[in-house]
């Protein structure tokens, strides 16, 4: 059997996904463990790699994966694959498959250039559909029974599912798609190693593939021994990668996880590899996770405290158990006291059920008084497989949908148009249309002068004179209209939410199919992260006007409650800290920046506490601002991977913190 496994990614702006595709890998090995001497198998992360493959080889067997960002690519593939030859098996799993049985036959029936789909972990079902492909004599005679853990349509258009396989509980059955090699190609093709230490979550929420089922309420884990394995191995084949993935859905909540962070750390020290672990830290468990966090590089891993709403009402209507508040704030001190540079983010989903404009608001003064360093908003996907994406649920909260384009997550294929599609929330019973739009703006204003500390000294001045700064980011955020530049920066970011959502799938396939229309894709104009794509325009791009437009607003306030001489000259001192400190980021000029000031505000921003700025007084302090070639050097090649428009600078945003390219101070 010659087999081919895909997880493929978009590429035609940049790669929409540039992790390595591990999970394939597993079905690989797996299968190789029980076919080694009947089969070989290719990976594909390229849709470009797979149309050569597939063009110079006979294939018996396809497997696609079925995520949201890339469904549509993946059977675009299958129905050109079906097109050259009708007896290949096609083959698709992948969570973005509904629970509801009329659900799963409508798709089936849609796409029926895939054979059979793979319910659940793939690994088993994988293995039974070789088992039938080696028993049979056609394509035909494989639908004829039932395929344990597989789903598909007979010959006469009837759903057959032979139930789901029992999960693999000791997954060192599974051999590693890395120690065996699999992996190998990626390392060259620039892909960041991603790796699992355990599958399944042990919490309920509803807008979660692993939430609402008791298929994955159970933990189970690979062997620490060999995820430390895997983890020596991508080190020695490690090309100049930055980016290591943990795809646990709680890591650093068990104890093992230490173990591992130990085993980072190593790396680190020893090739400065990963320079960022992109994980999802667990829900509970805070001091596990703190010593995790200590245990790595510092500012390696932000810890991601996904609160998701702030709100316990609305945590009720997901099945959502955070942890308190009181814990909330207190790991947040002992993670700035233990490293300044290390930094956490909390991500809030707009609109879950019960959700308002008020309690939106609440919730994100509640996270910036427990010191959060970065708020992240994301509208709610309605993806199949979720308990909240139910008749019933929707009916219940009178959601209204749209559907929009996934970012850079399009191309041409096969002489074909291919776009992928999410369907999102807009408007609840509690939450309207209006309001999710302003929710909206105000992140984007979240993201421009609070994220990354951007403002971090005017944060912590406030502070240290027991001022609420919620009080000022929302005065900020009314007195947009005042600049009107930074204000059509804004109002371009509010039409162009409103513009990128349509009515239906078809109505979006039909503008962007358009050649005008689509050219504004591939220019990078459309198509892209709006939230990063603005985020760009505002802080990176007009971090000068955005600097006097809140020093200007906030001084407005405080001036009517303290002396204005005084305000007048600290504030100055903190302005030409944050510009020598931020200003020009991701350029790779300006590497070295000299300042006075009559406070002494570095100094004043190294100690971890809120202090007052006059305690710093001095007659006049000289301090040069640089960043290290090395640095400059990581983002040149950040460039050349993923370019420089500004969904690049976004996307590279997400790759390597911001925070890796301020520059640090030394007096002079």
């Not at 084949?237 to 068990?254: A, G, R």
């Not at 992109?278 to 010593?291: A, M, Q, S």
């Not at 993201?447 to 944060?459: C, E, K, Q, R």
């Not at 199919?513 to 709006?530: I, M």
């Amino acid at each position: 059997m010659n087999i081919v496994l895909c997880d493929l990614t978009h590429e035609t702006v940049t790669l929409s996904i540039d992790s390595m595709p591990v999970g394939i890998g597993y079905i690989a090995s797996y299968a190789y463990k029980y076919f080694d001497n009947n089969c070989t198998i290719e990976l594909i992360k390229s849709p470009s790699e797979l149309s050569d493959y597939i063009k110079q080889n006979k294939v018996d067997i396809v497997g696609f994966s079925n995520y949201c960002w890339n469904v549509n690519l993946s059977c675009n593939y299958a129905r050109y694959i079906k097109s050259i030859s009708q007896n290949v098996v096609t083959v698709m799993g992948g969570p973005n498959m509904s629970n509801q049985e009329h659900d799963r036959e409508v798709f089936l029936s849609k796409h029926p250039e895939i054979d059979f789909y793979i319910h659940e972990e793939g690994e088993k079902g994988f293995l039974e559909i070789l088992k039938r492909y080696n028993e049979s004599k056609s394509l035909e005679e494989m639908k004829f029974r039932k395929i344990p853990g597989v789903m598909f349509l007979t010959p006469l258009g009837n759903l057959l599912y032979g139930g789901p396989l029992e999960r693999i509980k000791q997954l060192d059955e599974i051999p590693s798609p890395y120690l065996e090699g699999l992996m190998d190609k990626f390392f060259k093709q620039m892909l960041n190693p991603m790796i699992q230490t355990n599958r399944g979550c042990p919490f309920s929420c509803t807008f979660c593939h692993e939430g609402d089922r008791e298929y994955f309420v159970k933990v189970n884990s690979f062997s620490v021994e060999r995820v430390i394995e895997e983890l020596e191995y991508i080190g020695n084949k490690i090309y100049n990668q930055t980016v290591l993935t943990i795809s646990d859905s709680n890591f650093l909540m068990y104890k093992n996880d230490h173990i591992i962070c130990n085993k980072i750390r190593e790396l680190q020290n020893k090739i400065n590899y990963p320079k960022v672990i992109h994980c999802t830290t667990g829900k509970n468990n805070p001091e596990r996770i703190l010593k995790g966090i200590n245990n790595l590089a510092p500012g390696s891993l932000t810890m991601t405290a996904s609160v998701q709403s702030m709100n316990r009402d609305v945590l009720d209507n997901i099945k959502r158990s955070n942890i308190s508040l009181d814990d909330f704030i207190e790991i947040q001190k002992k993670l700035h006291k233990s490293n300044p540079d290390y930094k956490n983010i909390s991500e809030i989903i707009l609109p879950l059920p019960g959700e308002s404009i008020n309690t939106f608001y609440n919730g994100v003064r509640a996270l910036i008084n427990s010191r959060v360093d970065n708020i992240l908003s994301y509208t709610l996907m309605m993806l199949d497989g979720t308990e909240l994406n139910t008749k019933e649920v929707r009916e219940k909260y009178q959601y209204v949908t749209k559907y929009r384009m996934i970012p850079r997550s399009y191309g041409i294929y096969n002489q074909s148009k291919v776009f992928e599609i999410e369907e999102v929330g807009v408007s609840t019973c509690d939450l309207t249309f209006d309001d999710y739009i302003e929710c909206r703006v105000f992140s984007l204003f979240i993201a421009s002068t609070y994220n990354h500390g951007v403002f971090d000294a005017l944060i912590k001045y406030l502070r240290s004179l027991s001022l609420d700064p919620f009080e000022f980011i929302l005065e900020g955020f009314s007195s947009l209209k005042e600049n009107p530049k930074l204000w059509s920066i804004f109002l371009d970011f509010k039409n162009e939410t409103i513009d990128e959502l349509f009515d239906s799938e078809e109505e979006l396939i039909s503008y962007f199919s358009n050649v005008d229309n689509y050219d504004e894709l591939t220019s990078g104009k459309h198509g892209g992260n709006l939230m990063q794509r603005y985020w760009v325009k505002t802080y990176v791009n007009n971090y000068e006007l955005l600097t006097e437009f809140i020093f200007n607003i906030y001084g407005r306030i405080l001036f009517k409650s303290y002396d204005s001489n005084i305000i007048k000259e600290e504030l100055r001192d903190l302005k030409t800290y944050l510009k020598l400190k931020r200003e020009g980021v991701y350029s790779l000029s300006n590497n070295k920046l000299i300042g006075s000031f009559k406070h002494d505000v570095p100094l004043w921003m190294s100690s971890n506490e809120d202090g007052k700025l006059s305690d710093y007084n001095s007659s006049e302090v000289q301090y040069q601002a640089k960043i290290d070639n090395s640095k400059k050097s990581q983002l040149s090649k950040l460039y050349k991977q993923f370019g420089d428009n500004e969904q690049s600078v976004g996307k590279i945003s997400t790759r390597l913190h911001v925070s890796q390219f301020y520059r640090e101070f030394y007096k002079i």
